[in-house]
T-cell receptor, first 116, second 113 residues
Framework: AQSVTQLGSHVSVSEGALVLLRCNYS??????LFWYVQYPNQGLQLLLK??????LVKGINGFEAEFKKSETSFHLTKPSAHMSDAAEYFC??????????????FGKGTKLSVKP | SAVISQKPSRDICQRGTSLTIQCQVD?????MFWYRQQPGQSLTLIAT?????????ESGFVIDKFPISRPNLTFSTLTVSNMSPEDSSIYLC??????????FGEGSWLTVV
């Protein structure tokens, strides 16, 4: 079975500060990992994904995440927060093996606030 | 990426009624997924809809409550039957596109009164 744990339901940073959103996963097979962002009153937008290969993944809006197998982590970072980054962020895990088409298991989400 | 359109985007419904949500994708996909996001919560998979066969439901979700249709490779519907206030949620469809990338529609925001 797969699972995702997002540490911190709410993270607050100052504009211009580093953003670090934590995600740990559990998976018995090589995982596919995703980060999604949900702006207020909107659906989910894909930020980035890890499948195989390079462990540092770059996404949209200056975000990146690093897959660390030894730590079972896939933390999301952005060097400098912008007010427009305020949103809820979801980490998700899936697998595409054994005929699975990849339904997602989501973490509980982390709400990011950015202070001026 | 994909264009995934959902209708309605929002609705307010009376308890005891049913609502059908439509999901249209701009490319052919084998499977479509329906998720529920209850207020302030994360997303939970309701069912997987495969064209030409019965949908596969996750634990806690049943066909009588959430019947799904998948008439072709670009379209699916989810019906929320006999609604109660506890059904007030965002319902999202998603698809798995090439490269094993999973995209979501904008969601259908349902309030049951």
């Amino acid at each position: 079975a797969q699972s995702v744990t997002q540490l911190g339901s709410h993270v607050s940073v100052s504009e211009g500060a580093l953003v670090l959103l934590r995600c740990n996963y559990s998976s018995s097979v090589p995982p596919y990992l995703f980060w999604y962002v949900q702006y207020p009153n909107q659906g989910l937008q894909l930020l980035l994904k890890y499948t195989t290969g390079a462990t540092l993944v770059k996404g949209i809006n200056g975000f990146e995440a690093e897959f660390k197998k030894s730590e079972t982590s896939f933390h999301l970072t952005k060097p400098s927060a912008h007010m427009s980054d305020a949103a809820e962020y979801f980490c998700a895990v899936s697998n595409f093996y054994g005929g699975s088409q990849g339904n997602l298991i989501f973490g509980k989400g982390t709400k990011l606030s950015v202070k001026p | 990426s994909a264009v995934i359109s959902q209708k309605p985007s929002r609705d307010i419904c009376q308890r005891g009624t049913s609502l059908t949500i439509q999901c249209q994708v701009d490319s052919q996909v084998t499977m479509m997924f329906w998720y529920r996001q209850q207020p302030g919560q994360s997303l939970t998979l309701i069912a997987t809809a495969n064209q030409g066969s019965e949908a596969t439901y996750e634990s806690g979700f049943v066909i009588d409550k959430f019947p799904i249709s998948r008439p072709n490779l670009t379209f699916s519907t989810l019906t929320v039957s006999n609604m109660s206030p506890e059904d007030s949620s965002i319902y999202l469809c998603s698809v798995n596109l090439s490269g094993n990338t999973i995209y979501f529609g904008e969601g259908s925001w349902l309030t049951v009164v």
